[in-house]
């Protein structure tokens, strides 16, 4: 059982002759403490450095009971707490999620992992966020709500001014047109997986963490995307590209090689010959590609 309550050590007087209020937790034979903002004084202190001031003692016993509250809720998944995580629980549970910021956290998680392109997406849509908000880098996690998604839809439906900066780090003005169906889709989609990826990172069940307890993308329809038009290339068209009477050594030569190569690799991606994701095996009759858009290892003959 942990146990909870206000000390004061008198090896921890600073130069000014004040101490620090701390919040003992002892829990599983370990002993950690919580700095809190209140300072005391030796007359607010008895000899055995008890606080005797009532006051002080009343705002104490307000933090003591509330603290003791969330760890009487957790009842039997307490006994999966070290003394640490326990400390850890009490300081975060109230925690205030600033989505922004969790977005650029994601992002960035994205880029050392190599995921350049899926950075860039979710970037895009980040950067529209703070669009829609007038420029603010700031967005409590519950302000999200059904209401806010549907706003946010209609802002990306209309003409919108955004803010960008140049290469100097000077801002300049360009004119956002309407978007469409698949382009409302994409950015609501990757704006859902902005959010459901944030309750992964901050809601912790087993420890009884659940800062975020609402979803509100469970609730809204996101437009469906409309079907994409089929565009395989007929095999006449596909004769003819590679029979064309074409300049040697010019960038349409390499576009049409690099056609018919992909075309030959059951579309091997550019991204993968520029990379050189890809090695030779068995005299030249199977090519093994690391795909660098989803990290799979496919062997083509």
Do not use: W
């Not at 326990?86 to 190599?114: H, S, T, V």
């Not at 908000?133 to 409590?140: A, Q």
């Not at 991606?269 to 795909?291: E, P, S, T, W």
């Amino acid at each position: 059982m942990a146990t909870l309550s206000a000390k004061v050590f008198k090896h921890h007087k600073k130069a000014d002759g004040t101490y620090n209020v701390k919040i003992c937790i002892t829990h599983q034979r370990e002993r950690v403490y919580i700095d809190t903002s209140h300072y005391v004084v030796d007359r607010q202190l008895t000899k055995d450095f008890k606080i005797k001031d009532q006051f002080l003692n009343s705002i104490l016993n307000r933090t003591l009971d509330d603290y003791r509250k969330s760890v009487s809720n957790l009842e039997e998944r307490l006994d999966n707490f070290t003394a640490e995580s326990l400390r850890q629980f009490l300081l975060k549970k109230d925690e205030k999620i600033d989505f922004i910021n969790f977005c650029q956290i994601n992002i960035d998680k994205l880029i050392a992992d190599g995921r350049t392109k899926s950075a860039a997406n979710y970037k895009t849509v980040r950067n529209s966020l703070v669009d829609f908000l007038d420029g603010k880098s700031s967005l409590p996690i519950e302000q999200i709500t059904l209401s806010f998604i549907g706003y946010y839809e209609r802002y990306l439906r209309g003409k919108r001014v955004l803010i960008r900066k140049n290469q100097f780090g000077k801002e300049y003005k360009i004119e956002g047109k309407p978007l469409p169906d698949a382009s409302v889709h994409v950015y609501l989609r990757d704006f859902q997986g902005f959010f459901t990826a944030s309750m992964i990172h901050y809601n912790k069940p087993s420890l009884g963490l659940n800062p975020i307890k609402y979803n509100p993308f469970e609730e809204y329809k996101i437009v469906e995307s409309p079907e994409t038009r089929k565009r395989n290339i007929q095999v006449k068209d596909l004769i003819k590209v590679r029979d064309c009477k074409i300049e040697p050594l010019g960038r349409t030569e390499l576009a049409r090689n690099l056609l018919m190569l992909s075309f030959y690799l059951c579309g091997m991606n550019a991204v993968d010959f520029y990379n050189r994701n890809y090695i030779i095996k068995k005299a030249g009759l199977n090519i093994i590609v690391q795909r660098l858009k989803v990290k799979e290892r496919i062997t083509r003959s």
